[in-house]
Each structure stands twice: as structure tokens, then as C-alpha cells.
């Protein structure tokens, strides 16, 4: 009945992260602040722009409540209200499943289809037989620190203190994945991440004002006292895009035409954008601006790694912000008419 794996691609076709990017899109000109900062990343030598995958990241899993034919049950599987969640959960791998790919202890993005709920968890300890080891195997649990949870039809349900309305960042919501990066098609926005040099924080204080679908930054931005302060001028949580009115098929690399893997980011950063999820120090002491993958990407098919770095550079030039994004339009980017096509309904109710 459904066209769309749920598993594969979370979230209700209506969901922010799934939505193009409107026809009525008003875009960034140099009179924005932040526009030309943007532009300029990677044209001077204490900048860059590339794509990244944090080592300490854990990819997306399937989990099924109750099931040992599952990659992962949650525990307890009895409750059924996410308001009801401590603070902390566990994850058990049942003992002959294989479960792959399998690396990193650090961040977790679990969906769980049956109650339509998406769990996003950090300091994942993985432990088998009574040791800590550092990937999932069979027969494994999983301990995680519950950092959001997210409805598959509606986002950022609950946070840690368990306060409907708020949100607070998972790390596999907009990250580009394996199977997508392999078939050449990101159907998403994409997430990003700035050193904290690059950005300021829009809103009156680090969890007020924020611009929609950003309830807060990182860090708590403002308190300038802080080792993690904002100082920059690209504003945190704006959705960035290339303006329909570009033409990517005229992006050259090193005088090149763009490859299958480069026009892939280039097609999902026009057709969806890219929205800053999370910020970060320097790398190799320049200020960078990165894309969000999981980690079997860079391991599976290299080649998209090395390829999207090298156009990375000519991406950041054409990007702008998106000035009129509204919880009150559709598509949300503007409104109007998406410049793509909606995604198909994954489940009974995505309308």
C-alpha cells in the first residue's frame, strides 16, 4: 500500500525534514547578514568547507518492540507513552541477527515503526557479555542517554525532562545515509554543522526566538562568558539553498562537470536545503562548515566522500538563506509549489 520504507526515510512526508523547498521561496542578497559570510567560506585559508563523518556516531537501526526477530527491542516495550521514558534507555541486540554497520559508541538514531517514534540517544555504551566493547554484535545491549524523541508525524514530541513543544537535536534526522549516497538521491534536508567561529545565535537568548524549525542553538550562545559563544555572522539554524533560479547543470569542478555523487548534493541542496543541527570547534585550526553523513558512508563508497569535498567549495558560493520559512505555509520554505516532488505516504495518516 506504501511506496516509502519508513525504516529507510522517518518522518511523515509533511514533516519539515521531508518537505521541498517552495516556489515562493524569498532567498539571502548581500544586504543579509551572514550572506556573503557564507559565500566566503573556503576562499580564505582559515575556512573550509567539507563533509563529515564524526567516528563517534552511530548509524540509523530499526527497532521493533517486543520482537527478538528485530534488529533491536526497546526496554521496557510495555510503555506506551514516550512521556513516560526515564531519562535513559536500553537497547538489546537479539543473539542471531546481524546487525550492520557497526561503528562508533557515541550518538544512536533509532526508528520505531510500531509506535511511530523516532529515539535519538548520546553516550551509547555497548556492552556483550558483560564487557564494554566499541561496536553491535549479536546478543549486545545498548545503554543510551535519551536525547530526543521524535514522532515519525510530527516532530520533537519530547526532550529529556519529557516537555512536549520543545526540542533538542538528534543526529541522525537529516544525516545523509548509505542507501541514499549508493543510489544517488537524497530526498531530505540536509544537516550541517559550523564551527562556532562562523555563526550567530538569531533569537533574544539560546532557546528563545529562534527562527522555525530551530527551537535553540547548540550552546547556550549568548552567554558570552562561555567558551562555546557564537561570534560569527551566519546565523544558526536559517535554512540554507540554492536559488531555483541557478542552474546547477552549470556547476563545474576544477573545470568538470559535476559528478553523479557531487549532483546528488547539489539536487537535494536545491530541492530541500541544508539547515545547521549542530556546532563545533576548528579543524586543523580553520573554522569549517560540514555535512552531516553517518559513518558507513565514508566506509562503503569513499568516493562520494572524496568527490563531495572537492565540490564542497562551489556549493557554498551559490547557497543562500531562505528568509520567509514559516510553520505556517506549504511547502514551509515559502509556500507555494514544492520545486520537487512530495515524497510518496510512508504510513496510514501521512497526508
Request: glycine share 8%; charged share 15%.
Amino acid at each position: 500500500m506504501f511506496s516509502r520504507d519508513i525504516t529507510l526515510q522517518a518522518f511523515s512526508r509533511k514533516s519539515w525534514i521531508n518537505t521541498p523547498v517552495g516556489t515562493g521561496a524569498i532567498f539571502s542578497d548581500s544586504s543579509y547578514r551572514g550572506h556573503t559570510a557564507l559565500r566566503s567560506i573556503n576562499i580564505t585559508a582559515n575556512t573550509i568547507a567539507n563533509v563529515h563523518s564524526a567516528s563517534n556516531t552511530q548509524p540509523w537501526y530499526v527497532a521493533v518492540p517486543g520482537s527478538n526477530a528485530a534488529n533491536i527491542t526497546i526496554l521496557p516495550p510495555s510503555i506506551a507513552d514516550p512521556y513516560q521514558y526515564p531519562n535513559s534507555f536500553t537497547l538489546l541486540a537479539p543473539t542471531g541477527v546481524n546487525i550492520t554497520p557497526s561503528v562508533g559508541t557515541g550518538h544512536m538514531t533509532i526508528v520505531d515503526p510500531e509506535r511511530k517514534l523516532v529515539w535519538h540517544g548520546y553516550t551509547c555504551n555497548i556492552t556483550h557479555q558483560g564487557k564494554l566493547i566499541p561496536y553491535v554484535v549479536p546478543g549486545c545491549a545498548i545503554q543510551a542517554t535519551l536525547a530526543k524523541i521524535d514522532a515519525l508525524d510530527g516532530d520533537a514530541i519530547t526532550t529529556t525532562l519529557g516537555s512536549p513543544g520543545e526540542t533538542r537535536y538528534g543526529w541522525g534526522d537529516c544525516e545523509i545515509r548509505i542507501w541514499e549516497a549508493l543510489r544517488h538521491k537524497i530526498e531530505h534536508v540536509l544537516r550541517c554543522v559550523f564551527s562556532v567561529s562562523l555563526v550567530r545565535s538569531v533569537g533574544s537568548q539560546w532557546n528563545v526566538g529562534q527562527p522555525w524549525p530551530t527551537f535553540q542553538t547548540d550552546f547556550p550562545a549568548l552567554d558570552k562568558q562561555s567558551p562555546d559563544y557564537y561570534s560569527g555572522d551566519i546565523p544558526f539554524g536559517v535554512l540554507m539553498a540554492i536559488p531555483s533560479s541557478f542552474d546547477i547543470a552549470t556547476f563545474r569542478v576544477a573545470g568538470k562537470n559535476l559528478t553523479a555523487n557531487q549532483m546528488t548534493i547539489a539536487k537535494a541542496a536545491q530541492g530541500y536545503g541544508i539547515i545547521a543541527r549542530d556546532t563545533t570547534g576548528t579543524y586543523g585550526g580553520a573554522a569549517q562548515f560540514s555535512l552531516d553523513m553517518e559513518p558507513d558512508v565514508a566506509i562503503l563508497n569513499p568516493a562520494f566522500v572524496t568527490e563531495i569535498n572537492e565540490f564542497m567549495p562551489y556549493l557554498v558560493q551559490q547557497l543562500a538563506f531562505v528568509t520567509n520559512m514559516s510553520p505556517n505555509t506549504y511547502p514551509y520554505a515559502g509556500g507555494g509549489l514544492p520545486v520537487v516532488p512530495r515524497l510518496p505516504p510512508a504510513f496510514q495518516g501521512d497526508t
